[in-house]
């Protein structure tokens, strides 16, 4: 029984070494990649956390300065974020406290410098609309229509498209672009939800260009049905 038992457990023995000999390599090359995959997943995680704690600690510093009207820190500050930490969350929202600082203090140039950052190169799609949307109120302040028509044919996110239109009908309508504006005023009224308090302002800007918001309703509906 016992010489069985030792045939036996030899040939489980010679099948598991020509199944490793066989496989043996393969298999060690995947567990390698896979615990090479973990490693470096958990370096990529401890890394952005990292990247986000100390952009954090660099945004408290930029809000600081602003709070104090301290250009220099300021600037120093968001030079820093911008060349250590472009890609985060509080790269975007130092650009636009930025440039909210510097329109305060009438330092316009400065200002549009900040938010053509934020949109060149902020990590949020949603900043990056945002601050093409404050640039363009910028441009229009200074009579830069051509430019601020520009900054709103640039990409946007989706949400944004609603006051993209409104904002292009208040530029069309300085140029003197009557009939141009009322078609951005007219998809802005359209894409505004009834709820959002903000299709008034668009209706009575209609009204002032002799356009009834009903009519535009209307309109919206036959081609929805078409």
Same mark, same amino acid.
């Given at each position: 029984?016992?010489?069985?038992?030792?045939?036996?457990e030899q040939?489980?023995?010679?099948?598991?070494?020509h199944?490793?000999?066989t496989?043996?390599?393969?298999?060690?090359s995947i567990?390698?990649?896979?615990?090479?995959?973990?490693a470096a997943?958990?370096?990529y995680?401890?890394?952005?956390t990292r990247q986000?704690?100390?952009?954090s600690?660099?945004?408290?510093?930029?809000?600081?300065?602003?709070?104090?009207?301290d250009e220099?820190r300021?600037?120093q500050a968001?030079?820093?974020?911008?060349s @250590?930490? *472009?890609?985060t969350?509080?790269?975007? &929202?130092a650009?636009l406290?930025v #440039?909210?600082? /510097?329109?305060?203090?009438?330092?316009?140039?400065?200002?549009k410098?900040?938010?053509l950052?934020?949109?060149?190169?902020a990590?949020?799609?949603?900043y990056?609309s945002?601050a093409?949307?404050?640039?363009?109120?910028?441009l229009m302040d @200074?009579? *830069?229509?051509?430019?601020?028509?520009? &900054?709103?044919?640039?990409p946007f #996110?989706?949400e /944004?498209s609603?006051?993209?239109?409104?904002r292009k009908?208040?530029?069309?309508?300085?140029?003197?672009k009557?009939?141009?504006?009322i078609a951005?005023?007219?998809l802005?009224?359209?894409?505004?939800?009834e709820s959002?308090e903000?299709?008034?302002?668009?209706?009575?800007k209609?009204?002032?260009l002799?356009?009834?918001?009903? #009519?535009?309703?209307?309109?919206?509906a036959?081609?929805?049905?078409?």
């Open positions: 029984m016992a010489n069985h038992l030792d045939l036996e040939e489980q023995l010679d099948q598991l070494k199944f490793w000999n496989w043996g390599t393969l298999i060690s567990l390698l990649l896979v615990a090479g995959s973990l997943w958990n370096g995680q401890y890394w952005q986000a704690t100390q952009a600690a660099l945004y408290d510093a930029v809000d600081a300065a602003a709070t104090a009207g220099v300021l600037e968001f030079t820093d974020m911008r @250590q930490y *472009a890609g969350h509080q790269a975007g &929202q650009g406290l #440039a909210k600082t /510097y329109v305060g203090k009438g330092n316009l140039d400065a200002a410098a900040a938010l950052w934020v949109a060149d190169h990590g949020d799609e949603g990056k945002l093409r949307l404050r640039l363009a109120g910028i @200074q009579k *830069a229509y051509d430019e601020a028509l520009k &900054q709103l044919a640039s #996110a989706p /944004y609603a006051v993209v239109a409104d009908g208040d530029v069309l309508v300085l140029q003197g009557k009939q141009e504006a951005e005023y007219s802005a009224y359209k894409n505004f939800p959002v903000y299709r008034r302002l668009i209706e009575v209609l009204n002032a002799g356009v009834q918001p009903q #009519a535009v309703a209307v309109a919206a036959t081609e929805t049905v078409k």
